[in-house]
């Protein structure tokens, strides 16, 4: 059984940084696209950032944290990390790691073959 499990959420000032980690139970993790997502209460889940599943492990980040964020994976760990630094209240929601094969499905947040269960984040004084 497939399982995503996300860590590394909690409470954290503003400015300040954490960095979520996913671990995959996935039997061909570097096939697959790995991204993050994040609903925000009383908001639709929105995308986050994506590293694609090739060797040169292209990334993709939502304006949102554009020169925030920092997405990698390690294959040999079967793990997808999200380094995001000088957080914001707005960044707080519960943010969720997804894996598919196609990295436009994770970019459009569409037909996502795994999920994971959410990690929360909180930004707050």
């Known amino acids: 059984q497939v399982q995503l499990k996300e860590s590394g959420g909690g409470w954290v000032q503003p400015g300040g940084s954490l960095r979520l980690s996913c671990v995959a139970s996935i039997g061909s993790f570097s096939n697959y696209a790995m991204g993050w997502f994040r609903q925000a209460p009383g908001k639709e889940r929105e995308f986050v950032a994506v590293?694609?599943?090739?060797?040169?492990?292209?990334?993709y980040y939502s304006d949102s944290v554009k020169g925030r964020a920092t997405v990698s994976r390690d294959n040999a760990e079967n793990t997808v990390y999200l380094q995001m630094n000088y957080l914001k209240p707005w960044d707080t929601a519960v943010y969720y790691c997804a894996a598919d094969r196609k990295t436009a499905s994770v970019i459009r947040g569409r037909g996502i073959e795994f999920w994971g269960q959410g990690t929360q984040v909180t930004v707050s004084s």
């Open positions: 590293i694609s599943w090739s060797s040169d492990g292209l990334t």
